[in-house]
């Protein structure tokens, strides 16, 4: 069982930055795929960025460019740095864990574990 608790969010005007964080519980973490999802109102979850235990990433070319994912696996810890936010960014946040180590799905069912969310608003 794999518990994760997200932090991070906030209000921030557009241009600004974020970092979230996300900080899961267990020992198995590092042999995880991270993945951060978001939902804004109106919209279905969407898939944002993923990243692999050995740190590789991908990302969905609506934030490339723009957000970062990192992990820390000696804190068990995964991070979503968000920069030249739009307003159409704002949403509830959630990382997520695939137990599977090289997943390449974006699909928000084939991820085992997920956080509360955080939310994150980004005005005009």
């Known amino acids: 069982q794999v518990q994760l608790v997200e932090s991070g969010g906030g209000l921030v005007q557009a241009g600004g930055s974020l970092r979230l964080s996300c900080a899961a519980s267990?020992?198995?973490?590092?042999?995880?795929?991270m993945g951060w999802f978001r939902h804004a109102p109106g919209k279905a979850r969407e898939f944002v960025a993923r990243?692999?235990?050995?740190?590789?990433?991908f990302y969905v070319d609506a934030v490339k460019g723009r957000f970062a994912i990192s992990r820390d696996n000696a804190k068990n810890t995964v991070y979503l740095q968000m920069g030249s936010l739009k307003p159409e960014d704002t949403a509830v946040y959630y990382c997520?864990?695939?137990?599977?180590?090289?997943?390449?799905?974006?699909?928000?069912?084939?991820?085992?574990?997920w956080g509360q969310g955080t939310q994150v608003t980004v005005s005009e």
């Open positions: 997520a864990a695939d137990s599977t180590p090289w997943s390449l799905t974006q699909r928000e069912a084939d991820y085992d574990y």
């Open positions: 267990g020992r198995t973490f590092s042999r995880y795929t």
């Open positions: 990243t692999w235990p050995t740190g590789s990433t």
